[in-house]
């Protein structure tokens, strides 16, 4: 056993797995640490096409992506990652909340919003709810 780590029996309920997505740096570097207590953070990207491509090889649980992104943004990698990798949840992050991008966004795609500047327990709650509602919606 190394120390530091519990050991396992199994039983454990698996963490969602997480892409996340932003061309910042210190911001993509900050949200796969906060984050990786409530979540599996799989992988990170760092504009449009990186994510398209990662969520397409990986098919995470649940994708944070930066709106404004090199390549595009979440206009472009929201109905392309809705499309590849259908049951990803995609939680948008963004400092511009006007109400056509999101809406736009969510008629893409999106299932939830979360604005720049909240705390990472906020983005982890907006994450979980988000896979939750995701997983109590009929298919049609």
């Known amino acids: 056993m190394t120390a530091g780590k519990r050991p396992t029996t199994g039983d454990e309920p698996r963490r969602p797995r997480?892409?996340?997505?932003?061309?910042d740096p210190v911001v993509r570097s900050l949200l796969c640490s906060?984050?990786?207590?409530?979540f599996d953070v799989i992988a990170a990207a760092e504009d449009t096409v990186g994510a398209i491509?990662?969520?397409?090889?990986?098919?995470?649980d649940a994708a944070?992506?930066?709106v404004q992104m090199p390549g595009g943004g979440?206009?472009?990698?929201v109905p392309q990652i809705a499309a590849r990798?259908?049951?990803t949840c995609l939680v948008l992050f963004s400092a511009d909340d006007s109400d056509e991008l999101v809406v736009r966004l969510?008629?893409?795609g999106a299932t939830a919003y979360v604005r720049k500047g909240v705390t990472s327990a906020e983005i982890a709650k907006v994450?979980?709810?988000s896979l939750k509602a995701q997983a109590n919606v009929a298919p049609i």
């Open 18 to 23: 997480l892409l996340v997505a932003d061309d």
């Open 34 to 38: 906060q984050l990786k207590g409530a």
């Open 53 to 60: 491509e990662l969520a397409e090889k990986h098919r995470p």
């Open 64 to 66: 944070l992506i930066d």
């Open 74 to 77: 979440a206009l472009e990698a």
């Open 85 to 87: 990798s259908p049951d």
């Open 106 to 108: 969510i008629n893409a």
């Open 127 to 129: 994450l979980t709810d």
